[in-house]
């Protein structure tokens, strides 16, 4: 594969992060979840990628990964034939890890992150890239045109614009896909203060609250929280660092949460 200049805006530069984070788990010796696809994208990249996140950085993205994943896989395993719609999608490979062969899959993020990924990945019927900010209701005109039900992600996106953006996008959401499921995270005051979480433009104490945004909360854990299967998996090293960490964060700084849209 021929090496890819990358050419992105500072908040863009972000997603550099979780891929970094997923090859480098991929190639661990015990790792806890395996994309070797993130492993082929990160190789192709005209970018040292050893400069991005520390080791305590990096685990942060796989953990997020894992649970968002086995609540997609939730999902699908209902609604096989529905569209997973990701909003602000990087450089994620959710769609390789993932896909079940039936499932629509629509992608959405920055004209200069959707110009890369589509040097990187292929469309077809099924896997659409649309280009659009979140906040805006543009690209809602491509996911109504996919097949219902509809799960939306927001992996590490939100968080990076204001509260009225972040509000927005959930609007177009509510709006538009009533009924819908929305997995996103959320970082709460402290942790939003302290680095390297500086970026942060948008916190939220208690995701609960978002209900004010017509989002009925269904699920919510920490980032440590992994589920049983996953937990499983790590080395014993790791299962003790998770723990302290889970037990750390007592229920707060970054948490995962699934929600109903309900509307208002």
Known sequence: MERRRVELGRVQETLLIPLRARAAETRRRRPLTRDPRSVEV?????????????????????????VLDAWVREFLEEHPSGTVVEIGVGLNTRYERLDNGAATWVEIDLPDVIALRRELFAEHDRRRMVAGSAT???WAAAVAAAPGPYLFVSEAVLIYLSEDGARSAVDVIRDRFPGSVLLMDTVDSAEARRPPAVNVGWSCDDPGELAAWGLRLRDSRTLWDLPPQARARL???R???????????RG?????????????
């Open 136 to 138: 805006e209701p543009d």
């Open 235 to 237: 080395t014993p090293g």
């Open 42 to 66: 990160a190789d192709a990249l005209d970018r040292d990628l050893t400069r991005v996140g520390g080791r305590l950085r990096l685990l942060g993205p796989v953990f997020r990964g894992v």
């Open 239 to 249: 299962r003790l660092l998770t723990a302290l960490l889970d037990r750390a964060s």
């Open 252 to 264: 707060a700084g970054t948490r995962l949460s699934r929600f109903d849209v309900d509307g208002l």
